[in-house]
């Protein structure tokens, strides 16, 4: 397959491929939210997407392109979850088998979903193994297809789709957009739509407090990791430092805002009981920006990206409970 760096002309391609394929989800606006937050804030529920979440988006428009000696090769991806299974549904729906590598600690809910959608999953242990090289180790043996979970210009490309969608479903351009990262491709996506339609438009990313490797990096210059420390309940966003591809495109950010572990459960709890949307706690750190007034809102249109809702079942009864306080 033909190698290229991620672009805007890409994107556009990106939209074509999965069009018809993968949901247009709806940008919503809440009268309850506006209000609390004293300003006009606009959401993209990827939520609703296929998968549960916009990796999706990047998944089918990269495995969609395989040829069929490499469909009937099959597939290799590793993942806490979320991209696990995009790519287990986008494999399905080409027909090529597919390995996801997953963490032994994943929310059950979305190992689940992987196997539901066809896929074979592998475990590992995050804290002392490395999933590159078992992908790795796992591709070249059966002469598999590695599908990275974010440093690939079909997948930063098919993730900037989101963007694509909320310019079109808004009525007016918004001041800011907000948006987590883990190793950043739907950030890098956004970036390069946001660029080249709407420039005034200041995005910043959201990461929870521990695993703050874009911040850092933004304040260092260059790509760097954050200390190894405790889980978050963010394991959608745990990824240890900004990937190769994503970097040089992020580092155009606005800003990095952080949010803990108790303010995202309050951003689910907010979701569930005004909303009437589940989301994960990866999905939820951008409304948990707002909600704990980590940024200026009032007087402004805030866009934000509800990226996923495949949250573990035990976890969210705890927290919609108020039994978590992180």
């Known amino acids: 397959m033909t190698t290229h760096l991620p672009s805007y002309e890409g994107v556009l391609d ?17 009268p309850a939210l ?16 296929r998968a549960g979440a916009f990796k999706f988006r990047g998944a089918y428009n990269r495995i969609s392109r395989l040829t069929d000696e490499e ?7 590793f993942s806490s979850g979320n991209h696990a299974q995009g790519v287990a ?12 590598v997953m963490p032994s600690d994943s929310p059950r809910v979305k190992v689940e979903g992987v196997i539901g959608f066809g896929g074979e999953v592998r475990f590992y242990d995050r804290w002392t193994e490395s999933r590159e090289a078992i992908g790795a ?29 909320m310019l079109d479903q808004a009525d007016a351009p918004f001041d800011q957009l907000l948006c987590g990262a883990s190793g950043g491709g739907l950030m890098a996506g956004i970036n ?47 990824s240890p430092m900004p990937g190769v591809l994503t970097w040089p495109i992020n580092r155009r950010l606005a800003g990095a805002i952080t949010v803990s572990d108790g303010e ?7 979701a569930f009981r005004h909303l009437k949307i589940v989301l994960e706690p990866g999905g939820a750190v951008s409304l948990a920006a707002l909600l704990a007034r980590k940024i200026e809102t009032k007087g402004r249109a805030t866009a934000i990206v509800l990226s996923g809702g495949n949250v573990d079942p035990t976890l969210y009864a705890e927290i919609i409970e108020g039994r978590f306080g992180g």
Request: hydrophobic share 50%.
């Open 137 to 165: 180790a796992i591709a070249a043996e059966r002469g598999s297809i590695l599908v990275p979970p974010f440093d690939d210009p079909f997948i930063i490309e098919g993730q900037g789709t989101t963007a694509l969608e």
């Open 192 to 238: 390069l739509v946001i660029a080249e339609r709407s420039p005034a438009t200041q995005v910043f990313v959201v990461e929870p407090e521990a695993f703050d490797d874009t911040a850092r990096s933004l304040a260092a210059g260059e790509r760097v990791g954050h200390p190894q420390g405790a889980p978050s309940i963010c394991d959608a966003l745990m």
């Open 89 to 100: 549904a986008a494999a399905a729906m080409v027909g090529t088998p597919a390995i996801i």
């Open 34 to 49: 506006n209000a609390a937050v004293g300003g006009r804030v606009l959401m993209k529920a990827e939520s609703l997407q």
């Open 71 to 77: 469909t009937a090769r099959g597939v290799v991806a």
């Open 14 to 30: 990106a939209a074509r491929q999965i069009d018809g394929v993968a949901v247009r989800t709806p940008l919503l606006e809440s």
């Open 264 to 270: 995202v459960a309050e951003a689910m709890r907010f």
